[in-house]
Each structure stands twice: as structure tokens, then as C-alpha cells.
């Protein structure tokens, strides 16, 4: 037992020390992929803008010095005060508001105490609630035109990730309202987006006038019927969230399932390639972002399982493996805490780097693994 014990105090304590390392030069900017080394910028309304400040309020926590956990701080406020920005403009906001504000205002406000956190995830969960399809009872996706779809009708799998915020409204504001549109949410997906065999599918597109379901796409996995790794991981990580907000069991079954196949998929790998049942000509790929993501989602299934002590033994080979097998280490310069992650396999984009998200979900799992929680 001294042994698992050490091996995730030490990954975490490397992570620590790179993500206090990287704040130097990153600062309040929003890193997506590293590129030969180090980190990007995008835009604060990019969809992964709270995984930044989410990993240095990990950080700040159990940061070693008060004149590092106050330098960490202030940068998370900074990028905070940045993305608020994007709330007062109804085409900078979509379907990911939880993944931006439960990692950066919401957060701050459990880390602190601090009322404009507050007042901020509140505004994020209002409008995130206003994305409703009341006919088709699912929350739209992206506002963008597509020639290959209605946007206006397209819901996808990510979406399950972000109903925390919904679920966190309700508890913080009283008002159950939050909650019944995420459960709403939540029962779509699961009647939709969940197929016979468990396998899950990235995006659904409904008839935006009578909420009826059209098609599947294959979004970033390689086709319809495919099984898009992260999106499997997505699925069993949010409905086991959805299961620990509501104690529905129908959640707890969805997540189970979602977890068996991807286990069953994933064999004794460690890192699945960007898509499961992708032609071999197309296995050139790999996603470490999808094994930190299922490795939490296990680690959180396993506090609510009555196959618990199975899930929690999965989630903690999946971390152990990506710390002993693709973590960047100590010395290195990559920025990157684990390597070979991939963004956009069809679009070719981001193809075996690291990913700010997949560095998130890596320390979340090992911040569980020595007995504290994520953000989510």
C-alpha cells in the first residue's frame, strides 16, 4: 500500500512543480495544445479556456509557500476576470459554459469564498439553461453554421460534462429549476447518444422546429457508429456526475455501462487511440486525454458503485500508467504533463501533443487518488 501511496504522491508533486514552473511564462493566458514544447494561446471564449485557471486552483490548494499559492491565485482571477468578458456576448457563449466555469468562478468560490466566483457561475448557469430545446428537451451545442448539419439542432456527448453547473446552481441558488433541465438533458443523452452495446455516439442532430432526432455524426470520431474515446470517456465521467447530483439510479446504469465498454475497448492499454473502431489504416493516433478523463470518471464511479472497488482499481492502473508510461517528467522542458494526447483526428489537428485539458483531468485523478476532489 506504501507503494501505490508513494508513486502518486510523487506524480503529483512532479505535476506541481511543472504547472508552478509553467505559470511563469504561461500566465493569464489560455493554452490549449503544446506545440514543440510549449503551450499555444487561444482566445478566452475557446471552449477550454477554464481548464487553465481549473489546474492552478488544483495547484493553489496545497501549493508549498503562501507567495505560491497567492501568485497562483491571482492568476486564475485574471483569467477569470477575462472570460467574464464573454458572458455579455450570446455568441461567445455555448454549451461548454461549465467546462469554463466550474474550473475558474465556481472554483474560486469553493476554494474561497469569493462572491463574484459566485455571481459569476450563477450568470454562466443562466445561460447555459437558456440554451434549452424545450421540445426536443436537450441542450444546444455550438452556434456556428454547418453545411453538414442544423446547429441548431445538434446536441453532443461533452454536453454531459457540463450539467454540473446546472446541478450546482440549483444547490447554491435554491431554485430546482437548474436541476430539472439537466436531468431532462441527461435523459436524452442517455436515450439518444447511448447505443445497444454501450458504445457512444460524439453528436446527435435533432429537427430544431420538433426537437425529434434526425441523424448521429460521427464528430470527431471516424464515423457514425464509431466510438470516439474521449467522447466514451465524456459519457462515463458525466453520468456518474449526474448519478452523485441526483441519486437517479438510471444515471449510475448509464455511467456503468459507458465504463464497461470503454474498459472492455481499451483491453490492457493504457492509452486508447483517438477512435476505438477506427480502420487500422487510421490507428496512427493515440489520446492520453481520454485515459485522464476515464481515470477520474473511474475513480468517481467507484465512490458510487457497488462494483466499486473494481472501478477504483481501473481509474488508479490508468493513472499509474499514464505517470510511469506518459508523463513528460520532472526534467523535461515540455510544458505538457502527459504526452500524446489528440484534439481532432478527421480535421487533423493537434495529433499526439499535449493538451491542456488532459493535463486537468491527469492531476484531477491524482488529487483524488491522495484523498481531495476536482472541481466537478
Not at 495544445?33 to 488544483?58: H, K, M, R
Request: a negative charge; charged letters at 25%.
Amino acid at each position: 500500500m506504501a507503494e501505490e501511496t508513494n508513486w502518486a504522491e510523487e506524480a503529483w508533486q512532479q505535476g506541481v512543480l511543472k504547472t508552478v514552473r509553467n505559470a511563469q511564462r504561461i500566465k493569464d493566458t489560455f493554452p490549449h495544445t503544446s506545440i514543440q514544447g510549449e503551450y499555444d494561446q487561444n482566445a478566452p471564449e475557446w471552449w477550454t479556456a477554464g481548464f487553465w485557471p481549473g489546474l492552478l486552483w488544483l495547484v493553489q490548494r496545497e501549493a508549498g509557500t503562501a507567495q505560491e499559492a497567492d501568485s497562483l491565485s491571482r492568476i486564475a482571477l485574471s483569467c477569470e476576470k477575462q472570460l467574464e468578458a464573454c458572458l455579455r456576448d450570446p455568441d461567445l457563449v455555448d454549451h461548454d459554459l461549465g467546462f469554463v466555469w466550474l474550473l475558474s468562478g465556481v472554483a474560486h468560490y469553493r476554494q474561497t469564498g469569493n462572491a463574484d466566483g459566485r455571481r459569476r457561475g450563477l450568470l454562466a448557469a443562466n445561460l447555459l439553461a437558456a440554451r434549452f430545446h424545450v421540445r426536443g428537451r436537450f441542450i444546444r451545442a455550438w452556434n456556428f453554421d454547418s453545411a453538414a448539419m442544423d446547429t441548431r439542432g445538434v446536441a453532443i456527448i461533452d454536453s454531459m460534462m457540463n450539467l454540473p453547473l446546472l446541478y450546482w446552481a440549483s444547490e447554491e441558488s435554491g431554485d430546482p429549476r437548474f436541476r430539472w433541465l439537466a436531468e431532462a438533458h441527461a435523459d436524452t443523452v442517455a436515450r439518444e447518444f447511448v447505443r445497444g452495446d454501450g458504445s457512444i455516439c460524439h453528436v446527435v442532430e435533432f429537427d430544431p422546429t420538433t426537437g425529434q432526432k434526425v441523424r448521429e455524426h460521427g464528430g470527431q470520431g471516424h464515423a457514425p457508429g464509431s466510438a470516439w474515446a474521449r467522447g466514451n470517456a465524456w459519457a462515463l465521467y458525466g453520468f456518474a456526475l449526474s448519478f452523485r447530483y441526483t441519486g437517479e439510479a438510471r444515471y449510475l446504469e448509464t455511467a456503468e455501462r459507458a465504463a464497461d465498454v470503454f474498459l472492455a475497448m481499451l483491453g490492457e492499454d493504457i492509452v486508447p487511440p483517438w477512435d476505438f473502431r477506427a480502420p487500422a489504416e487510421h490507428q496512427v493516433a493515440w489520446d492520453s486525454s481520454a485515459a485522464a478523463i476515464a481515470a477520474s470518471g473511474l475513480l468517481e464511479l467507484a465512490k458510487l458503485s457497488p462494483r466499486g472497488e473494481a472501478y477504483a482499481a481501473a481509474g488508479e492502473r490508468l493513472a499509474r500508467g499514464l505517470y510511469e508510461r506518459y508523463s513528460s517528467g520532472a526534467s523535461s522542458a515540455e510544458e505538457g504533463l502527459i504526452l500524446q494526447g489528440t484534439v481532432h483526428y478527421p480535421e487533423r489537428r493537434g495529433l499526439n501533443v499535449p493538451i491542456i485539458y488532459g493535463d486537468y483531468f491527469y492531476m484531477e485523478t491524482l488529487a483524488k487518488l491522495r484523498g481531495r476532489e476536482g472541481w466537478f
